[in-house]
């Protein structure tokens, strides 16, 4: 990964993104990584949290979990999309999405849609590069 460069593009006339980058350029890739919609679900529990913080956590998780076989981790991420199923999760998403990046900024975007199962409150996708 030492020769991995990801910039941030992120154009005066837009405005100031925050914690994520309005694009991503990456210089110097030899592997991109394309994570699947992961969701609230894992081997040692086997059934989905209840509660929103819990299933973001876990998503978060599970991508990580990819990452690592890979043998990459956030430094690598280059573009998430989040999928919620209500907009009353925007905040607390948000606030836990900035715990799991810190100061990473990748390509962002989050889509409030109708998630695949109902108990189901959101899903992660994520590229990456090394």
């Given at each position: 990964?030492?020769?991995?460069?990801?910039?941030?593009?992120?154009?005066?006339?837009?405005?100031?993104?925050?914690?994520?980058?309005?694009?991503?350029?990456?210089?110097?890739?030899?592997?991109?990584?394309?994570?699947?919609?992961?969701?609230?679900?894992?081997?040692?529990?086997?059934?989905?949290?209840?509660?929103?913080?819990?299933?973001?956590?876990?998503?978060?998780?599970?991508?990580?979990?990819?990452?690592?076989?890979a043998?990459m981790?956030?430094?690598?991420?280059?573009?998430?999309?989040t999928?919620?199923?209500?907009?009353?999760?925007?905040?607390?998403?948000?606030?836990?999405?900035?715990?799991?990046?810190?100061?990473?900024?990748?390509?962002?975007?989050?889509v409030?849609?109708?998630?695949?199962?109902?108990?189901?409150?959101?899903?992660?996708?994520?590229?990456?590069?090394?």
């Amino acid at each position: 990964m030492s020769d991995l460069a990801i910039e941030p593009l992120n154009p005066s006339i837009l405005p100031m993104s925050g914690k994520y980058s309005h694009g991503v350029q990456v210089d110097g890739a030899q592997r991109m990584v394309f994570v699947s919609g992961q969701v609230p679900w894992g081997n040692e529990h086997g059934r989905v949290p209840e509660t929103f913080e819990a299933q973001c956590r876990m998503v978060w998780r599970n991508v990580l979990a990819v990452l690592s076989e890979a043998g990459m981790g956030i430094r690598n991420l280059v573009k998430v999309t989040t999928y919620l199923s209500d907009r009353q999760y925007r905040a607390l998403n948000a606030k836990i999405r900035e715990e799991v990046l810190g100061d990473h900024a990748p390509a962002l975007t989050v889509v409030i849609a109708d998630i695949y199962a109902e108990n189901w409150l959101l899903e992660i996708e994520a590229v990456a590069m090394a």
